[in-house]
């Protein structure tokens, strides 16, 4: 909780850590109104899965371009105008007046949110090591926090009715905030560094992390799309408790994020994500009941499970021995990101074609294997 405290009391760690907030406030309003989207164009399950696979392609695309925008431009500059970007194209989902207006708008709102997500991150790390501080882990922190937020806005999707008018409040806060905090990361400049080839040779011993990665990071974007529609099609929730279990799966992701570093110095990574797919299973099975109370509970216990595998995971990849620390955190995440690429098609065919449930049964197979993976890991550790 350090580092919370250094955020909480210094405007300079607070404006950058901000900017991760904000994605997740723009992303996480988004997310509780999908079923409402879904209804409001007529589209099916699988359509719907389409969609949101659009939106991480958006993401994934501009990440190879995303490193020479940085340098060119300056990273401070780059992420004040990259949040800004997302603020407006977090608007066009709900302005889409047909289902391939919909993926183009989702498109967009994945490429702006993609830039930001890359420059943010640099510009916490150039801050780092300019002030001989730690705050990245926190920072993320901030971005569930965001999650929270934008959970707890879906209390005001009765009283509001009004999914176009919500996101505007949503955009209006982000960019208000972040006007009066631009000034202290918008002059920052990131170093350049050059980028090697990576070599298929160091795949091997990064195999295991990399799916945990592909694993965790998919289920963590599947709960977030699809969390909303269980509730309203499955558990047969209503309107008002629809956004609950996403709010649930943010509160702990949060809680977890903040609190993980210190029980992974007691324990160990490998132990600490085994712990998480254990908290995950659990909450999956909660969730497989169909129980409006146990499902909210369910989702909740799957964001304290996955809250500390993707940092735990990028914290192994960095310290493999013989392996460059940016070598092995490159290959994870990018593995990581194709999980959440690939995820949102997948299910919206098994819920198209079987049913939601079937869909969850998949993610708590996944759970599963994530327990046996880090199993493997421990024994190849030993």
Not at 49 to 69: D, N, Q, R
Not at 93 to 117: C, E, K, Q, R, W
Not at 278 to 303: E, H, P, R, W
């Amino acid at each position: 909780m350090k580092s919370l405290r250094l955020i909480l009391g210094n405007a300079r760690y607070f404006g950058p850590s901000w900017v991760f907030a904000s994605i997740n406030i723009l992303f996480g309003t988004w997310a509780i109104y999908i079923p409402a989207v879904k209804d409001a164009l007529e589209i099916s399950k699988s359509e719907l899965g389409i969609a949101i696979f659009f939106l991480a392609l958006g993401v994934f695309t501009v990440f190879p371009f995303a490193s020479g925008i940085v340098n060119k431009f300056g990273v401070g500059k780059v992420t004040f105008y990259g949040v800004m970007m997302s603020c407006t194209a977090a608007m066009l989902p709900f302005l889409a007046s047909n289902y391939y207006v919909l993926m183009i708008a989702l498109f967009l709102f994945g490429a702006a949110n993609g830039i930001t997500d890359i420059a943010m991150n640099t510009l916490v790390t150039e801050i780092e090591k300019k002030d001989k501080v730690k705050f990245m882990a926190a920072s993320h922190g901030f971005f569930s926090l965001g999650g929270v937020l934008a959970g707890l806005g879906s209390f005001l999707i009765g009283p509001l009715s009004n999914p176009v008018l919500h996101m505007s409040l949503a955009v209006l806060l982000v960019v208000l905030v972040n006007f009066k905090f631009r000034s202290q990361y918008f002059s920052e400049i990131a170093e350049e560094i050059e980028n090697e080839p990576f070599s298929l040779g160091l795949l091997k011993p990064l195999l295991l992390l990399g799916l945990i990665s592909f694993v965790a990071m998919g289920s963590e974007g599947a709960i977030v799309d699809w969390s909303g529609l269980y509730l309203k099609e499955v558990a047969l929730a209503p309107e008002a408790l629809w956004g609950l279990g996403f709010l649930g799966f943010q509160t702990t992701m949060t809680l977890g994020r903040f609190l993980g570093d210190g029980i992974s110095d007691k324990i160990g990574s490998v132990k600490i994500v085994a712990l998480g797919a254990v908290f995950a299973i659990l909450g999956y099975f909660l969730v497989l009941s169909a129980d409006i109370t146990l499902s909210i509970i369910g989702f909740t216990l799957n964001g304290l499970g996955f809250s500390v595998m993707v940092p735990e995971v990028f914290r192994i990849g960095g310290n493999v021995k013989g392996i460059e620390s940016s070598k092995g955190i490159a290959f994870i995440a990018g593995t990581g990101y194709a999980g959440f690429l690939c995820a949102p098609p997948i299910l919206g065919f098994l819920a198209e074609n079987y049913s939601l449930t079937r869909s969850f049964v998949v993610l708590l197979i996944c759970a599963f294997l994530i327990l046996l993976f880090t199993l493997l890991l421990k024994r190849r550790k030993a």
